[in-house]
Structures are given as structure tokens and as C-alpha cells.
């Protein structure tokens, strides 16, 4: 967020770019200092992120917010666990479709490349690759861990639902200073979860995130991800 626009918002002055501040502002950040993060700020996040629409206000949303030693335990069993199972854990709904088809494979092996350069690791380094996801199931060291469940009877539109409201807290943290990584890749640790948290088997594993004040001293703080233009993905219809 430029000066400007945090001026304008502690003087109550409107402004129109605020929000566009925060939407470019905001990055996914793989890399956390182990500065703490007030259990308070974490509750205003939450709170107004309530506000995330939901079809006929369904609100699907449940959330486990892991810090302290909640936060180590959880990772240490995740961690046990993805080191042990790696080779046969699944997630409890599909990331993509099997294959990947075009032109988001394209998109998918450019970002995956990059991160790969990012971190120092080739896509042949299987142990190098293990032991990056491995760093998702710490958080990326983040102090705040949020574990995101839903009620499996309701269908996949409530998922969109559910991606407003990530977005909403994502955007609420960056406003307060915080960076966030959403992490779809937790739904592979729900037998982890379910046992460390109490998650019932009628509860479905969404995603997790970390939550934090970034490292951007790490090379993979600072990618620049292309981003397609609207006259790509959108259709402008006057008659």
C-alpha cells in the first residue's frame, strides 16, 4: 500500500484506489519472519472478513486458527506424515484435472518453473522438491496457521463461496500489514487434521494458509507472475 493511500485511510478520506492498492499489493509470499502476530489482529480479520458474500447467505466457512503450540503440533505430525506417505497421499477433492489440458498446462509449467528457479531447485531434484512441500506443512514458518473446512453434503458451488471469503481475508490481512500464502495442498493432511484438530468426517478439508509478516529478502517473495489481460478473457458485448 503507497503512503498516499495509508494517509487517505487514517485521515477517513475516500479513496477510489484503495482497494486496487491492496488487490496488486497483495502477494502470495512462500517465507515468513517469526515476528508474532497478535491472536487480536487475527480476530479483526475474521471479523470483517464475515462479510464475504455467500449464496443466500449460506456462509460455508469454517475455520481452525492454529498458533503456539497448537501451530508445532500440527505441523510436526504433518510433516511426519508427508515424509513417511508422500508417494501416496491425496487430497480429498482433485487440484486439477488428470491430464491438464491447454492452455493451463502451459501456465502451470511456466509458474512451477519459475518457483523451481525461485528456490534454487531443478524439477529433477526430487529430494530438493520434497523438501520445499514439506515447508508448506510449516507454514513457510508463518506464526499463524488457519486450516479451513467445509460441510461435505453442500455441493461444489458453495467452493465458490469459499474462494470470495479466502480472498476477503487475504485482502483484510494485507490492509493491516500481514501477507498471507493460500494453500490448497493441506487437503492431502486431512487424516492429520481430522485426528490433531477433531475435524468430523463429515467435514471436508478445503485448504489451509499461512499468516504472517513476509521474508522478502527470499528470491521467491519477488517473482513477477504474467497476468492475463481482460482482452484475453473477456468478451465486450454492446449490442
Same mark, same amino acid.
Given at each position: 500500500?503507497?503512503?498516499?493511500?495509508?494517509?487517505?485511510?487514517?485521515?477517513?478520506?475516500?479513496?477510489?484506489?484503495?482497494?486496487?492498492?491492496?488487490?496488486?499489493?497483495?502477494?502470495?509470499?512462500?517465507?515468513?519472519?517469526?515476528?508474532?502476530?497478535?491472536?487480536?489482529?487475527?480476530?479483526?480479520?475474521?471479523?470483517?472478513?464475515?462479510?464475504?458474500?455467500?449464496?443466500?447467505?449460506?456462509?460455508?466457512?469454517?475455520?481452525?486458527?492454529?498458533?503456539?503450540? #497448537? +501451530?508445532? $503440533?500440527? &505441523? %510436526?505430525?504433518?510433516?511426519?506424515? *508427508?515424509?513417511?506417505?508422500?508417494?501416496?497421499?491425496?487430497?480429498?477433492?482433485?487440484?486439477?484435472?488428470?491430464?491438464?489440458?491447454?492452455?493451463?498446462?502451459?501456465?502451470?509449467?511456466?509458474?512451477?518453473?519459475?518457483?523451481?528457479?525461485?528456490?534454487?531447485?531443478?524439477?529433477?531434484?526430487?529430494? #530438493? +522438491?520434497? $523438501?520445499? &512441500? %514439506?515447508?508448506?506443512?510449516?507454514? *513457510?514458518?508463518?506464526?499463524?496457521?488457519?486450516?479451513?473446512?467445509?460441510?461435505?453434503?453442500?455441493?461444489?458451488?458453495?467452493?465458490?463461496?469459499?474462494?470470495?471469503?479466502?480472498?476477503?481475508?487475504?485482502?483484510?490481512?494485507?490492509?493491516?500489514?500481514?501477507?498471507?500464502?493460500?494453500?490448497?495442498?493441506?487437503?492431502?493432511?486431512?487424516?492429520?487434521?481430522?485426528?490433531?484438530?477433531?475435524?468430523?468426517?463429515?467435514?471436508?478439508?478445503?485448504?489451509?494458509?499461512?499468516?504472517?509478516?513476509?521474508?522478502?529478502?527470499?528470491?521467491?517473495?519477488?517473482?513477477?507472475?504474467?497476468?492475463?489481460?481482460?482482452?484475453?478473457?473477456?468478451?465486450?458485448?454492446?449490442?
Amino acid at each position: 500500500m503507497t503512503r498516499e493511500a495509508q494517509r487517505q485511510v487514517a485521515e477517513g478520506e475516500e479513496s477510489p484506489l484503495y482497494i486496487d492498492e491492496l488487490i496488486k499489493g497483495r502477494r502470495t509470499k512462500r517465507g515468513f519472519t517469526n515476528k508474532p502476530v497478535p491472536i487480536g489482529l487475527v480476530k479483526d480479520i475474521l471479523s470483517i472478513s464475515k462479510f464475504a458474500p455467500s449464496s443466500s447467505n449460506t456462509q460455508p466457512w469454517r475455520c481452525h486458527v492454529l498458533t503456539g503450540k #497448537g +501451530r508445532e $503440533r500440527v &505441523v %510436526a505430525a504433518a510433516v511426519q506424515a *508427508f515424509n513417511r506417505d508422500h508417494e501416496t497421499m491425496a487430497p480429498e477433492y482433485p487440484f486439477f484435472p488428470e491430464p491438464l489440458h491447454e492452455p493451463y498446462l502451459t501456465t502451470f509449467t511456466k509458474f512451477r518453473g519459475q518457483l523451481g528457479d525461485a528456490q534454487g531447485v531443478e524439477r529433477s531434484d526430487k529430494v #530438493g +522438491r520434497r $523438501r520445499d &512441500v %514439506a515447508r508448506q506443512f510449516m507454514f *513457510f514458518d508463518a506464526p499463524v496457521g488457519l486450516i479451513f473446512t467445509m460441510d461435505r453434503r453442500l455441493v461444489p458451488a458453495s467452493f465458490l463461496c469459499y474462494g470470495i471469503f479466502l480472498q476477503t481475508i487475504m485482502l483484510a490481512a494485507k490492509g493491516r500489514g500481514l501477507d498471507t500464502c493460500p494453500q490448497q495442498i493441506w487437503s492431502l493432511q486431512y487424516p492429520v487434521l481430522r485426528k490433531e484438530l477433531g475435524i468430523p468426517e463429515s467435514d471436508l478439508v478445503v485448504a489451509g494458509m499461512c499468516m504472517g509478516y513476509a521474508d522478502n529478502s527470499l528470491p521467491e517473495n519477488n517473482m513477477t507472475l504474467d497476468k492475463v489481460e481482460p482482452e484475453t478473457f473477456a468478451k465486450f458485448i454492446d449490442v
